[in-house]
């Protein structure tokens, strides 16, 4: 008699656990949308000869690393998530807008010289793969490609010169995202955008990290 209450028992727990792990792996599955806020940091770093500036001066190497911008960023993105055992994929669309900017000014002591750079729209597309750490709570690492719009203004006091330039990058990173609700998570995320030189010239390095949170909605 006790093994056959053992025996259906352990038949009925079948289907509970089986629908536990379809409820698990349904809530990272299907199509997502939702929007973020943060902040941006972008560093401008090169090194050269200096004998591209003075002859005299070549097989000497210079190198500048410091010129940042900060700013406050915030955006949309939507995507589809495929579920599995012990995690997800995910491919992810994503626009946004930034405010960062830096500049930096030259003076001889009569005329001075400003440059600005200013961080303006990006969009591009992300792939991102997550392990579970429980059932309502994943980690992911992400990577994809971005393109952003860059506004460059110099001005000498006089006259001011504007031009808007596009740069591809590489954007790698990671972060945390929980449900909160059946069809609503929360996810914090650090990325890293590498634009190469930017076009700026050899030796010329531009990046932006960037930390954001966001809420995201499921169908």
Do not use: C, H
């Amino acid at each position: 008699m006790k093994k056959m209450v053992f025996g259906a028992a352990l038949l009925l727990s079948f289907p509970a656990a089986a629908q536990a792990q379809d409820d698990a792996d349904g809530a990272w599955s299907g199509i997502y949308f939702g929007a973020e806020a943060g902040v941006d940091n972008y560093e401008l770093s090169a090194k050269g000869d200096l004998g591209l500036v003075d002859p005299a001066l070549a097989g000497l190497e210079a190198s500048f690393d410091g010129l940042s911008g900060d700013g406050v960023a915030g955006g949309i993105y939507a995507g589809y998530n495929m579920g599995f055992g012990g995690g997800f994929v995910a491919v992810e669309g994503f626009a946004g807008l930034s405010d960062a900017s830096m500049g930096v000014s030259a003076s001889d002591g009569v005329d001075t010289l400003s440059v600005t750079a200013k961080a303006k729209e990006s969009y591009g597309v992300a792939g991102r793969i997550g392990a579970k750490l429980s059932r309502s709570t994943v980690i992911y690492a992400r990577g994809g490609w971005v393109n952003t719009r860059f506004k460059v203004s110099a001005s000498d006091g006089v006259d001011t010169f504007s031009e808007s330039e596009t740069e591809d990058g590489f954007q790698y990173g990671g972060g945390l995202e929980s449900m909160i609700g059946p069809k609503m998570s929360i996810r914090a995320e650090y990325v890293i955008s590498d634009y190469g030189s930017a076009g700026l010239g050899q030796g010329i390095s531009l990046d932006n990290g960037s930390f954001r949170a966001g809420l995201s909605f499921r169908y």
